[in-house]
């Protein structure tokens, strides 16, 4: 069985501040997804990682692949009050069907 | 591109009664749909991969004759909670792989239906 280990679960903090989520699994994958998911809404998606070591930025947000493919991580530089909300990584293996789900990390950004 | 929708966004219903859920994949053609349930502040609970033209699998713990799946189109796929109960309220998300896309493993969600039931 496929895990996917998110961490922190909370954090809350001011506007301006920077943070890091992390997503780590002793299992290969050969994609990994981030979404962001606002209440009573589905989650979107905001990148898709491929290759190890990949690093993908979009605007303050900064997606990393690990190496050996089993880790990601995302980054969000001066965080906003609209950065509030679930993120959620996925890690998918071509051809298996489904996707492993992390536990989300809930992001409140106060202003 | 890769839009999903989901009917309704909400409803209520009485215990005893049946709920259908629409899911559509409205701009590609989607041979993978699935089906989550999700809970309050929690991570999203998968409970079945729906395949076009075949039965949708089940993952364990999820009772195939309470919760039909019916993946009838390329479209859409249906969920069905049969004899609700007020433990089956909750928040029921789709979502649908978009089989051109060179990320193969990506999923696009439709936007949740608030099920709660009375």
């Known amino acids: 069985t496929q895990l996917l280990e998110q961490s922190p679960q909370f954090l809350s903090i001011q506007e301006g501040e920077n943070l890091t989520v992390y997503c780590n699994s002793s299992?290969?994958?050969?994609?990994l997804q981030w979404y962001r998911q606002e209440p009573g809404e589905g989650p979107v998606l905001l990148v898709t990682?491929?290759?190890?070591?990949e690093v993908k930025k979009l605007k303050r947000l900064t997606f990393q692949f690990g190496d050996a493919r089993k880790d990601s991580s995302l980054h969000i530089t001066a965080a906003q009050p609209g950065d509030t909300g679930l993120y959620l990584c996925?890690?998918?293996?071509?051809?298996?069907?489904?996707?492993?789900f992390g536990d989300g990390t809930t992001l409140t950004v106060k202003p | 591109g890769a839009v999903v929708s989901q009917h309704p966004s909400w409803v209520i219903c009485k215990s005893g009664t049946s709920v259908k859920i629409e899911c559509r994949s409205l701009?590609?053609?989607?041979?993978?749909m699935f089906w989550y349930r999700q809970f309050p502040k929690q991570s999203l609970m998968l409970m079945a991969t729906?395949?076009?033209?075949?039965?949708?699998?089940?993952e364990q713990g999820v009772e195939k004759d309470k919760f039909l799946i019916n993946h009838a189109s390329l479209t859409l796929s249906t969920l069905t909670v049969t004899s609700a109960h007020p433990e089956d309220s909750s928040f029921y998300i789709c979502?649908?792989?978009?089989?051109?896309?060179?990320?193969?493993?990506?999923?696009?969600f439709g936007p949740g239906t608030r099920l709660t039931v009375l």
């Open positions: 979502s649908a792989r978009d089989m051109r896309g060179s990320q193969g493993d990506e999923q696009f």
């Open positions: 299992s290969v994958f050969s994609s």
């Open positions: 990682v491929v290759t190890g070591g």
């Open positions: 996925a890690g998918g293996v071509t051809n298996a069907g489904k996707s492993t």
């Open positions: 701009d590609f053609q989607a041979t993978t």
């Open positions: 729906s395949n076009e033209g075949s039965k949708a699998t089940y």
